[in-house]
């Protein structure tokens, strides 16, 4: 596609339960980003995937968050035993050179 | 590590007035540094960018100049419109592409007719 598609763009689950948010990037593009979106708190930096290189996942906030990036293209966001804290947008971006580009996110919601 | 500060929101105007959004950085190196908006119901967008000292970016009447010297990339426009309500957020990345991108925590500008 012509720019980076997020899916679902919504999404309200149980506590407890857990969650799968997809991101599908902009072909050729070897950077991958996730961030977290919440009020008030501005963008969250979660995963970073470069190429083929070990991605750098120190923004993750607890070990139930968790994301893979297969063939170097799709990239699924995982988190375990969702919490009401969870609740935000999420929200892939993805690179070739500096500039990010970003999908519309997927707003999570945790009842 | 890496930060930016950009000044709180909400900045209130009057269409057709002078905009200032300040925002500063700490980095190591020699960052790259963005504004990105988020219109209303709408994701984020690159707005400028500028990748070294004394560049200015510009776009849609807004522009920002990297003033190494002052650590800063402040966001000016000269004549605002209701149409450029939005969420503004100042950004670096660190080498060109190779590292994650740091964000302000965004300053929403709501300009009224």
């Known amino acids: 596609g012509a720019g980076v598609s997020q899916s679902p763009s919504n999404k309200v689950t149980e506590k407890g339960k857990d969650v799968e948010l997809r991101c599908d990037p902009i072909?050729?593009?070897?950077?991958l980003y996730w961030y977290r979106q919440s009020l008030g708190q501005g963008l969250e930096f979660l995963i970073y995937?470069?190429?083929?290189?070990?991605?750098?996942k120190s923004g993750l906030p607890s070990d139930r968050f968790s994301a893979e990036r297969t063939g170097g293209s799709v990239s699924t966001l995982t988190i375990q035993r969702t919490q009401q804290e969870d609740s935000a947008v999420y929200l892939c971006?993805?690179?070739?050179?500096?500039?990010?580009?970003f999908g519309q996110g997927t707003r999570l919601t945790v009842v | 590590g890496n930060s930016v500060t950009q000044m709180e929101g909400p900045v209130t105007l009057s269409e057709e007035a002078f905009l200032t959004i300040n925002c500063t950085y700490t980095?190591?190196?020699?960052?790259?540094l963005f504004w990105y908006v988020q219109y209303p119901g709408e994701g984020l967008q690159l707005l400028l960018k500028?990748?070294?000292?004394?560049d200015k970016g510009s776009n849609k009447g807004f522009e920002a100049t990297y003033r190494k010297e002052t650590t800063s990339f402040h966001l000016e426009k000269g004549s605002v419109q209701v149409s450029d309500s939005a969420v503004y957020f100042c950004?670096?990345?660190?080498?060109?592409?190779?590292?994650?991108?740091?964000f302000g925590k965004g300053t929403m500008l709501l300009v009224s007719p």
């Open positions: 980095a190591t190196g020699y960052p790259s």
């Open positions: 500028a990748t070294k000292a004394d």
């Open positions: 995937f470069q190429g083929n290189s070990a991605p750098d």
């Open positions: 950004a670096l990345s660190g080498q060109k592409g190779y590292s994650t991108l740091t």
């Open positions: 971006a993805s690179s070739l050179v500096e500039v990010a580009f």
């Open positions: 072909s050729g593009h070897t950077a």
